[in-house]
């Protein structure tokens, strides 16, 4: 299944490079070590979706680790997404499939 997860992580990073957002330059470990939930004092979402969640769970998958079960990024996606101009329905749903695999549960997507 790890080759699953691994596709879904590639399809959140392609859609970040598709809506220009991927960065090139790491925010550092001092931006990283926030204790607020997604780093939001230190990271905006897009940031924090490439240098921790998919950083993380990468790491996880090469180790062969646990993955973790508990989680819902969704939400906090749609809502950070929502007033964006750009066109983030791809991203949003690829964002929704991971929690999907990760939770083994459905994703009620927003309208």
């Known amino acids: 299944m790890s080759a699953h997860h691994y596709s879904l992580l590639d399809a959140i990073e392609i ?7 991927w ?26 979706l490439q240098f921790v969640l998919l950083a993380r769970l990468r790491a996880m998958l090469d180790a062969k680790m646990p993955l973790p079960s508990n989680i819902a990024v969704y939400p906090m996606a749609f809502e950070t997404f929502k007033c964006m101009p750009e066109d983030t329905t791809a991203l949003t749903e690829a964002i929704a499939q991971l929690d999907e695999a990760l939770s083994e549960q459905p994703v009620i997507r927003e309208a």
Request: charged share 20%.
């Open 15 to 21: 859609e970040l490079k598709a809506l220009a957002w």
């Open 23 to 48: 960065e090139t330059t790491h925010p550092g470990a001092e931006a990283l070590a926030s204790s607020e939930p997604f780093c939001l004092d230190t990271l905006d979402f897009s940031q924090w």
